[in-house]
C-alpha cells in the first residue's frame, strides 16, 4: 500500500507563495504519474500539475506560468511551487500518485476518473484578497 503524505498548507495575501510537499511512501514501480489536484467548496475536484517518471509535466491552463511541480527522488517528495497565489486559487490540495495509468501526463491530470491513483489526505491553501 503505497502512501502520500501533503504538508505546506497554509494561509497568505493575494501574490504570495507557498511549496506544497509530499512524501510518497517506497514503491517498487518505475513507471508513473504523480499530480497535485485541489478541491474548493462546491466544486469539483480539479487536476493541478503532474509529473511522470520521465520527467514530463503538465499544467492546468489556471495555473500555467505560476505553480511548478518537482519531484525529488532521493527523497521521494512531490513539490507544488505556487507563486503570485490568487484568491481563486484557495482549495484543498491532495496529491496523488498512479502507478497503473499511461499516455499524455497533461491527459491523466485533466481527467476527472482517477480510480487508480493514491492520494494523500490533502492540505488547505487559503489565499486572501
Known amino acids: 500500500q503505497v502512501q502520500l503524505v501533503e504538508s505546506g498548507g497554509g494561509s497568505v495575501q493575494s501574490g504570495g507563495s507557498l511549496r506544497l510537499s509530499c512524501v510518497v511512501s517506497?514503491?517498487?514501480?518505475?513507471?508513473?504519474?504523480m499530480g497535485w489536484f485541489r478541491q474548493a467548496p462546491g466544486k469539483q475536484r480539479e487536476g493541478v500539475a503532474a509529473?511522470?517518471?520521465?520527467?514530463?509535466?503538465g499544467y492546468a491552463d489556471s495555473v500555467k506560468g505560476r505553480f511548478t511541480i518537482s519531484l525529488d527522488n532521493a527523497k521521494n517528495t512531490l513539490y507544488l511551487q505556487m507563486n503570485n497565489l490568487e484568491p481563486d486559487d484557495t482549495a484543498m490540495y491532495y496529491c496523488?500518485?498512479?502507478?497503473?495509468?499511461?499516455?499524455?501526463?497533461?491527459?491523466?491530470?485533466?481527467?476527472?476518473?482517477?480510480?487508480?491513483?493514491?492520494w494523500g489526505q490533502g492540505t488547505q491553501v487559503t489565499v486572501s484578497s
Open positions: 496523488a500518485a498512479d502507478f497503473v495509468s499511461r499516455g499524455p501526463t497533461l491527459r491523466w491530470l485533466l481527467r476527472v476518473d482517477q480510480r487508480n491513483s493514491y
Open positions: 517506497r514503491h517498487p514501480y518505475n513507471d508513473y504519474k
Open positions: 509529473i511522470d517518471a520521465d520527467g514530463s509535466t
